[in-house]
């Protein structure tokens, strides 16, 4: 893993948390996007060097709808880079991590993206993102 990516925080309102987040930071997020895979919508915010990914459930089913349901709004996970995301669930399937997705899938910000089950990361949802290149 060469960095932490981002990191990600569950959201009731997106607009709302938009407002929070620029006043904490002093400027407004630089891109927002719906992932309908996941059913969220995300507002990206840079920090320095690092971003902070909103996310707001834009149904029912959501992950997102489901663990504010039942943990409220708050952190839902920490992104990883990597360079080679197949490989890196190999290695990490290998080492004994339980894979939520055992292949990549289309994440947003351009990026491809598989998620550790945070019962083998002593519960933190751990997420691996890799660029899409063109």
């Keep these: 893993m060469k960095k932490i990516e981002h990191i990600g925080i569950a959201v009731k309102d997106i607009e709302n948390s938009n407002q929070v987040f620029k006043a904490l930071f002093g400027k407004d997020h630089y ?6 895979s996941e059913g969220v919508k995300t507002s990206f915010f840079k ?9 707001q459930a834009t149904n029912d089913a959501s992950p997102i709808a489901k663990f504010i349901a ?3 709004e708050g952190m839902h ?3 990883f880079a990597v360079d080679d995301i197949e490989s ?3 290695r990490l399937t290998n080492e004994g991590f339980t894979m939520i997705h055992k292949q990549p899938k289309q994440g947003a ?3 491809l993206i598989a998620f550790l089950h ?3 990361t002593n519960g933190v949802l751990i997420e691996l993102c ?3 290149k063109d």
């Design 118 to 120: 945070p019962k083998s």
């Design 77 to 79: 996970h920490i992104a």
């Design 47 to 55: 920090c320095g060097p690092n971003k902070i990914e909103l996310l």
């Design 70 to 72: 039942k943990k409220g």
């Design 88 to 90: 890196e669930i190999q």
């Design 109 to 111: 910000d351009n990026k």
């Design 130 to 132: 890799q660029d899409i």
């Design 31 to 36: 891109k927002i996007e719906d992932v309908e």
